[in-house]
């Protein structure tokens, strides 16, 4: 089976930078995505990685180790509107996706 | 580009009744579409994985004979929730893939908030 965990709450200042930590336990792994999903709306696509190491894209990077089961997203210069939930999600066998347990950020003034 | 929609965006029914959900990739072709549900607060259950021109596979736990899927077409996947009962009462969301996006982007439809009274 899969089970992926991550913190449930991170608060952190604007202007700041947050890691939203994700460890995961499956028995097929081709990638860990990362997805962010605002109140009532749908989750949108932020970042792919499938092998070891650091991708950047804009104010955001996402990390993985596959031999540590770990990855974590960087979010930087945190805005207001970076107030959302945000999931990783496992690629496995089958083209199934499971989704982490969601971490919901709030950024403060 | 990658646009998916669902229809309705939200629906009341009364219990005992059926409830269809469209799922439309409207600028691409999804050879597949997934169905998720997600309950307030927690995350995304992956319900069902939908293949054009093939049944689908359901989750454990998952009723196939009560959550009925139909991938009609390349880009249209329905989910119709049949005997809908309170329990069912949940956010209902669609994505599909393209065979152009990267191995694991998935586009996510709106979803659809159904409630069973």
């Known amino acids: 089976g899969q089970s992926l965990e991550q913190p449930s709450e991170v608060t952190a200042v604007e202007g700041a930078i947050v890691q939203i930590n994700c460890t995961y336990q499956t028995s097929g792994f081709y990638g860990l995505s990362w997805y962010q999903q605002h109140d009532g709306g749908a989750p949108t696509f932020l970042s792919y990685n499938a092998l070891d190491g650091l991708e950047e894209t804009g104010r955001f990077s996402s990390f993985l180790s596959r031999s540590d089961s770990y990855g974590y997203l960087l979010l930087q210069e945190l805005q207001m509107k970076d107030s959302a939930s945000y999931f990783c999600a496992v690629s496995g066998g089958y083209q199934k996706v499971t989704f982490g347990t969601g971490t919901k950020l709030q950024v403060i003034p | 580009g990658a646009v998916v929609s669902q229809h309705p965006s939200w629906v009341i029914c009364k219990s005992g009744t059926s409830v269809k959900i469209e799922c439309r990739s409207l600028d691409f072709q999804a050879t597949t579409m997934f169905w998720y549900r997600q309950f307030p607060k927690q995350s995304l259950m992956l319900m069902a994985t939908s293949n054009e021109g093939s049944k689908a596979t359901h989750e454990q736990g998952v009723e196939k004979d009560k959550f009925l899927i139909n991938h009609a077409s390349l880009t249209l996947s329905t989910l119709t929730v049949t005997s809908a009962h309170p329990e069912d009462s949940s956010f209902y969301i669609c994505?599909?893939?393209?065979?152009?996006?990267?191995?694991?982007?998935?586009?996510f439809g709106p979803g659809t908030r159904l409630t069973v009274l």
């Open positions: 994505s599909a893939r393209t065979l152009a996006g990267g191995p694991n982007e998935q586009f």
